[in-house]
């Protein structure tokens, strides 16, 4: 069965090692972003010194004082933002959100739900719910990590073999391998899997396992004719 340390290595710049165990699947340390902030020590909970007057930021929140927030944001708790992180303009954090070492949370982008390990870089235009990021994972401008299916059920998993499991979850969004780079105006299904430097072509729909060191891409043939008056 595929395992967390298959697609993402735990970083030591987060203090949540104890919860999100490398042995579970990949898929169940998305419930477990919520537990690990409610487990968080009270006395560290702070936002940084200076919060610029579009800032919005309520509830639970850390934010380490390297980081510099952008004119205007949204942040709702719980929410644990580490050393080096770039907020930029408009970026909206709708809770249970934890991103580690020198992330980048874009402009425009939502994030809810998630984790971003060091280094993970969403920079424009982009939704990441239920969704874990690998270290130095890239989402590419306008990616969509679709999190709910259309008939609202659960969302099943589609291993590299063919093979289908269950997540448990009514709410799944994409899983990240480590160095994996997915280009702009994706859409990943529910319950995609990516896995370690794995590559998604841009401006494709993708669903299911895309295996390690390999790359998804659709070879459609762009047509043309002579304009007409």
Request: net charge negative; with cysteine; aromatic share 6%.
């Amino acid at each position: 069965m595929l395992t967390a340390r298959d697609l993402f290595d735990f970083p030591e710049s987060l203090p949540f090692e104890m919860v999100f165990e490398p042995d579970l699947a990949p898929w169940e340390w998305v419930p477990l972003i919520r537990t690990a902030l409610d487990e968080l020590d009270a006395s560290c909970w702070q936002i940084a010194p200076e919060v610029p007057p579009g800032c919005e930021i309520e509830g639970q929140v850390f934010i380490h004082p390297s980081v510099k927030l952008p004119p205007f944001c949204s942040i709702k708790g719980p929410v644990y933002i580490g050393e080096g992180c770039e907020i930029r303009p408009g970026a909206y954090l709708r809770g249970n959100v934890i991103a580690g070492k020198n992330c980048v949370l874009g402009n425009s982008c939502e994030f809810k739900n998630c984790l971003l390990l060091d280094g993970a870089l969403v920079p424009h235009f982009t939704y990441v719910g239920d969704s874990i990021l690998g270290n130095r994972a890239h989402l590419g401008a306008g990616v969509v990590c679709s999190n709910l299916r259309l008939d609202q059920r659960e969302v099943p998993v589609e291993l590299s073999d063919g093979s289908r499991t269950s997540s448990g979850l009514r709410k799944l969004g994409a899983l990240v391998g480590d160095a994996t780079e997915v280009g702009c105006n994706v859409v990943l299904n529910p319950g995609t899997i990516l896995g370690k430097r794995a590559v998604v072509m841009p401006s494709m729909s993708f669903r299911g396992t895309l295996a390690a060191n390999t790359t998804a891409y659709k070879n459609d043939k762009i047509k043309t004719v002579p304009r007409k008056a």
